[in-house]
């Protein structure tokens, strides 16, 4: 069983910064592709970023692009998110998500995994 745990959430001030971690249990870390989405009260669950496992190539939802950076460290089994200039609609739960050979990164049912969440709040 792949088991994925997030932490680094909490309490920010509208143009601030987090970094988010994805730990996973599995030797084939880096074989799988990962990624992140996020669920605000209300609203269903959408894409932020993910990272192929084959190239690395990443990809952004347009709503963060230049402000959030996603990585892996294939050594340590972890993904992050960097988030700078943080914005209150931001404001959500954010889960890390794996799966292997995905070729639609932003599409959460193409995932395998999923961790429990992390919440990130942003006062404005």
């Known amino acids: 069983q792949v088991q994925l745990v997030e932490s680094g959430g909490g309490l920010v001030q509208a143009g601030g910064s987090l970094r988010l971690s994805c730990a996973a249990s599995v030797r084939s870390f880096s074989s799988l592709s990962m990624g992140w989405f996020r669920q605000a009260p209300g609203k269903e669950r959408e894409f932020v970023a993910a990272v192929s496992w084959h190239d690395g190539r990443t990809f952004y939802a347009d709503s963060v692009k230049g402000r959030f950076t996603i990585s892996r460290d294939n050594a340590k089994r972890t993904m992050y998110l960097q988030m700078d200039s943080l914005k209150a609609e931001d404001t959500a739960v954010y889960y890390c998500?794996?799966?292997?050979?995905?070729?639609?990164?932003?599409?959460?049912?193409?995932?395998?995994?999923w961790g429990q969440g992390t919440q990130v709040t942003v006062s404005s």
């Open positions: 998500a794996a799966g292997p050979g995905l070729s639609d990164y932003a599409t959460s049912r193409n995932y395998d995994y």
